[in-house]
């Protein structure tokens, strides 16, 4: 089978690197003259009239891939003779197998999400998973989120009343926006940084969501009941992406802790200043690190984000991965490819319900002494108290409503064995 004929679209130090291997390559320029290695540079008016043949094949040697291949495009170039040389990996990629998403305005769901009334922190897990919901309802493509934020600009005041600037900042960063860009159709997110601006940033475009966002001039704090009503109409539980980056990092851990053959554990825990009477008996869990066998399972502790780079260990049973409570991504990547995850109540571990086969035990204990705990918080939260639970179908979950001992622990972890082995479970 003939080789095609190769052209070096651009004149530069990645031209010759390229010409060791195609040595016999076209070259061409968008405006063309003069010559390289004793041959003629062609113009694209000259390379469109002389090579646009299927036996072609052009790489470009450019950082502005993208105006060049919309060029040859319009000169009716085939995409799929089209390709870039990577300068990030070092090899020639196709143009045809790296087209980003288009974003059109048609296709995309603006959501905003609005500060006022929705906390800088995970509750952005459930958000996301509604509005992802409603992008499927709508059959469209892609989301573009909107951070709108509580500031009403002019002259009126606004309160730091939840968090500082710095904390709610923070928090955006690295909590809000990371489970945003997680979600597969997601193409942006974007801030409107006084509410004054909301009218004149979302004006005239299509798919907007909450749909009365422009009449009302307020979003709404979407969580488990409205997810429960997509649900219920047959909207397919949404899912979280995992990165390929992130996956590669957990198998690279795996590798070089010698546990390829074992099964992953992950140990989520809460130890936090703010309401430190939530926070996770240790004792418990460090006395279940003993029980289990090293020699099968691989357990991967995760602490507080807050403590997560305290020097001191928390056991030396358990490989601690800090930077996994910094990265929302590297997180669920870990969750996604544990046996088992385990977890104290706690925003993060939220995740487990978002993530296609995810295994998980996630203790969260009802304690009516505090109101984020009350047996009637979860319940309007939407949470079904002894009853199954709609969001913990997406794979193999329990849900205890109580304060972990190493008894009840012991025996979750024991049942979750037998679960996953038999291929069944039960909530």
């Known amino acids: 089978m003939n080789s095609p004929q190769v052209v070096l679209y651009g004149i530069n130090s990645v031209t010759n690197t390229l010409l060791q291997s195609h040595p016999d390559a076209i070259f061409a320029t968008t405006q063309g003259g003069g010559t390289y290695h004793n041959k003629p540079i062609l113009s694209l008016e000259e390379l469109s009239a002389q090579y646009n043949t299927p ?11 993208d105006d060049i291949a919309n060029a040859l ?15 990030t990996h070092c090899k020639v990629l196709s143009c045809e197998d790296t087209i980003r998403k288009s974003g059109s305005t048609e296709q995309t769901l603006h959501v905003v999400y609005d500060m006022k009334v929705n906390l800088p922190c995970y509750d952005a897990l459930s958000f996301a998973a509604v509005a992802e919901a409603e992008r499927i ?13 509580a500031n009403p600009g002019g002259n009126k005041l606004s309160f730091d009343a939840n968090y500082t600037e710095d904390d ?40 907007l969501f909450p749909e009365d966002i422009l009449t009302t001039q307020a979003g ?4 488990l009941l409205k997810l429960e009503e997509y649900y219920n109409n047959g909207i397919p539980m949404p899912e979280l992406k995992v990165q390929p980056a992130a996956a590669s ?23 936090t200043p703010t309401h430190p009477e939530r926070n996770t008996p240790v004792g418990p869990w460090i006395e279940f690190l ?11 502790l995760l602490r507080d984000t807050s403590e997560c780079l305290n020097a001191t260990p928390l056991s030396q049973l358990a490989f601690e991965v800090p930077a ?9 990547a870990l969750y996604d490819a544990a046996y088992i995850n385990l977890s104290s109540s706690g925003g993060p571990s939220f995740a487990y319900y978002f993530l296609k086969g995810c295994s998980s035990i996630r203790y969260s204990p009802i304690d009516d002494n505090h109101f984020a705990t009350a047996r009637n918080t979860l319940e309007t939260a939407g949470f079904k108290i002894g009853e199954e639970q709609f969001f913990a179908q997406n794979g193999l979950h329990q849900i205890p409503f109580e304060v972990e001992t190493f008894e009840s622990i012991q025996q979750a972890f024991n049942h979750q064995c037998q679960m996953l082995e038999c291929n069944t479970y039960e909530v």
């Open 137 to 149: 309802k709508r059959k469209l493509k892609y989301i573009h989120f909107y951070m709108l934020s």
């Open 290 to 300: 003993h029980s289990l066998d090293t020699d099968t399972y691989f357990p991967v």
């Open 324 to 332: 996994a409570t910094i990265s929302f991504a590297l997180r669920i």
């Open 168 to 207: 709610r900042s923070w928090r955006i960063a690295n909590i809000v926006k990371p489970i945003f860009e997680s979600l597969p159709s997601y193409i942006g997110c974007s801030d409107i940084i006084n509410r004054a601006d909301l009218t004149p940033t979302m004006a005239g475009k299509l798919n």
């Open 55 to 65: 036996g072609i094949q052009i790489i470009i040697c450019s950082m502005f891939v």
């Open 73 to 87: 495009v319009e000169h009716g170039f085939s995409l799929s003779a089209i390709y870039f040389y990577n300068i």
């Open 249 to 271: 990092m957990v198998q690279t851990l795996l590798d070089h802790c010698h546990a390829q053959n074992k099964k992953l554990v992950t140990l989520t825990l809460r130890n």
């Open 220 to 223: 709404v704090a979407h969580g």
